[in-house]
């Protein structure tokens, strides 16, 4: 853990009715998986959402009406930020596993697709975040190629239980261009690199090298209220429509 506190922004990524039989004791509440995000302006190019299958997370209730599903430790960590029905102190629900989650259908602010999916990724960080993530193949590289993987790995969706529909056709959005790099920088910097999979791991550091910083100085938004806006300038703008609208909340750890 850094020095500086780290401030994500988590998303409400709602789960849609008819809830599967785990979440059933929820029904009548308002279910999020809180994805944490640092690139509130990339929701736009959701595909899917992502949970580790070996991960134990929780149903917390956050007020009255609403629930979020994420680990015990960023359950902790919001009850001390004034994010939970009991002050310091998380109020579990239903306890679930990773597995429980996959398949879910959501329905996530700003996403052009309608509904997305819960799909596994295996290289989740236990230690930060909610252990939720968004994914946007269009900007991320470690998105594209958890998909990637998904995509041509018929043997991979079937040992983790997940159908066709779920993950295909599989259609990167292009939201934000970098000069020079394009449309559709992770899904470009990953093909030139030759990035084989997910756990390709110094090939993605360096593919993300590429990327972000590029991508936050000099991207420009395509779409959306901010569409033509800098990247940079766009982000504040639309991290706070999301909170405003109780469509998100912030979160530091
Ligand atoms: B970001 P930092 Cl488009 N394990 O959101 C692994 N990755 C995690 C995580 C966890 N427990 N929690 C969050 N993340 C991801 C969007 C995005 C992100 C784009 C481009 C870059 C990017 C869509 N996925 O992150 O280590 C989340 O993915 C670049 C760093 O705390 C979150 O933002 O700095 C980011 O990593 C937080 O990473």
């Known amino acids: ?60 209730e956050i007020n009255d009406t609403d629930v979020f599903i994420l ?33 879910l259908p959501l329905k996530s602010p700003l996403s052009f697709n309608e509904v997305i999916y819960s799909l596994p990724m295996l290289t989740i960080l236990t230690n930060k975040g909610t252990g939720i993530v968004t994914s946007v193949p269009s900007d991320s590289p470690d998105d594209y190629m958890a998909l990637h993987d998904l995509v041509s790995k018929p043997a991979l969706r079937a040992k983790y239980g997940v159908k066709d529909e779920w993950v295909l056709p599989f259609k990167v959005i292009p939201i934000i261009n970098i000069p020079e790099i394009g ?23 360096e593919a993300k090298k590429l990327t972000y910083l590029k991508g936050f100085t000099e991207g420009i938004m395509l779409v959306g209220k901010f569409k033509g ?25």
Not at 78 to 101: I, N, W
């Open 1 to 60: 853990e850094g020095v500086q506190p780290q401030e994500y922004v988590l998303i409400k990524m709602e789960v849609q009715q008819p809830f599967p039989e785990k979440l059933k004791p929820l029904e009548g509440k308002n279910v999020f998986l809180a994805a944490a995000t640092l690139r509130p302006e990339t929701m736009y190019g959701q595909t899917n959402c992502w949970v580790l299958p070996e991960e134990n997370y929780g149903a917390y």
């Open 71 to 103: 680990t015990e430790r960023a359950a902790l960590n919001l009850a001390y930020q004034k994010l939970s029905r009991v002050l310091k102190k998380p109020s579990c629900l239903v306890e679930l596993t990773g597995y429980d989650l996959i398949g």
């Open 183 to 205: 449309d559709k920088s992770a899904e470009t910097v990953c093909t030139n690199l030759q990035i084989k999979s997910q756990n390709d791991k110094d090939k993605l550091a």
């Open 229 to 253: 806006k800098k990247v940079q300038d766009a982000k504040p703008l639309i991290k706070d429509q999301l909170v405003d609208a109780g469509l998100a909340v912030l979160y530091s750890e």
